[in-house]
């Protein structure tokens, strides 16, 4: 490395979105030019409180998120990790809320999930402002770069997984392909279907939002079937979450080719060759990830990504791989 990329790279990690302007250093306990004190093992004894906040609920897909932040935790309780979790389910209000305890609680690092950022603009600022390192998970991809101090994205990059399910599609045959969208403020889902729509085009794929669809399964197993009715071109289907996915497969004409996003109970469907396939993003990862960043930025001033996120997903579970996937979700980590 020449002289110029080592004075630029020291410039960058010196002044990273404020770390050493704004007391990231010393919090960490290190002198600005990286020597360690003896109150950075001193650091490294203490609790060092990570705050897990999402949007989820602790259905098949953010249980297995949660065993991953356990994981994490059990693994970590050695290096003096302490981790709290809320799980909003859906409900803003209360995500804004559990943000603003972990700020009030002395968090060093705060990972959460950010389907609406308008909705937790504030309570993410005042976290950044006060010091804390900011982790999005699962969501909020680009939503918060600009906090000085936002370290990463953990999660799969959206728009290309809905391309992976496009491209399923594409490969069994299909022509048009009916996609529910359950959470109607999640930006997420909505990249999801527009990246299958970049594969199929736009007139091949309907779009079907059903807020809150997980919490009233009936109303949306008839609103399924009612645009199939409506729609006789319909000849795929496509759920974001297996748990409204599956319930939707009685729904469905026969020889309806039929995908989902994320793992759950979506093993056995596509054993049995009623499902096509799921979209995996490896959410156990969403979880133990984050904690470990935590600890290792906390303790050795550790940052990973570059600006870029680290991906979790796509994964393909097909027929395939069906089987040795099953074997580790009995286990509940997939």
Not at 74 to 81: E, F, H, I, P, W
Not at 306 to 334: F, M
Request: hydrophobic content about 45%; aromatic content about 6%.
């Amino acid at each position: 490395m020449d002289k110029d990329m080592f004075d630029e790279e020291l410039t960058q990690l010196t002044t990273r979105k404020g770390l050493f302007l704004k007391g990231g250093a010393a919090a960490a306990g290190l002198t600005v030019l990286g020597s360690p004190t003896a109150a950075a093992f001193a650091a490294s004894k203490a609790t060092i409180k990570v705050a897990v906040v999402t949007h989820g609920d602790t259905g098949s897909f953010w249980s297995v998120f949660k065993k991953g932040v356990d994981q994490a935790a059990k693994d970590l309780k050695s290096r003096g990790v302490s981790v709290t979790q809320v799980y909003a389910n859906n409900d803003v209000a209360k995500q804004a809320a559990g943000i603003n305890a972990a700020v009030a609680s002395g968090a060093k690092v705060i990972a959460t999930s950010v389907p609406d950022a308008s909705a937790l603009k504030d309570p993410l600022r005042k976290a950044s402002a006060k010091g804390i390192e900011i982790i999005t998970v699962n969501s909020g991809l680009g939503a918060f770069d600009s906090l000085p101090t936002y370290e990463v994205h953990v999660g799969q990059t959206e728009d290309v997984a809905g391309k992976g399910a496009g491209k399923q599609f594409k490969k069994a045959g299909a022509k048009k392909v009916l996609i529910v969208i359950h959470e109607a403020s999640n930006s997420g889902l909505q990249q999801r279907a527009s990246g299958v729509k970049s594969v199929m085009g736009a007139s091949n794929v309907k779009v079907l939002t059903i807020p809150n669809a997980k919490s009233d399964i009936p109303g949306t197993k008839a609103k399924v079937k009612a645009a199939f009715n409506a729609d006789k071109k319909l000849d795929s289907f496509l759920g974001l979450d297996p748990d409204v996915t599956i319930p939707c497969l009685s729904s469905v004409p026969s020889k309806t080719k039929v995908g989902t996003f994320d793992v759950g109970g979506s093993i056995k469907q596509i054993q049995a060759g009623k499902m096509l396939f799921a979209i995996d993003q490896q959410q156990y990862l969403q979880g133990y990830l984050p904690v470990a960043f935590a600890v290792l930025f906390v303790t050795n001033l550790n940052t990973v990504g570059n600006g870029a996120p680290v991906l979790t997903g796509p994964g393909i579970i097909n027929k395939a791989n069906a089987s040795k996937v099953a074997a580790l979700a009995k286990k509940g980590t997939r």
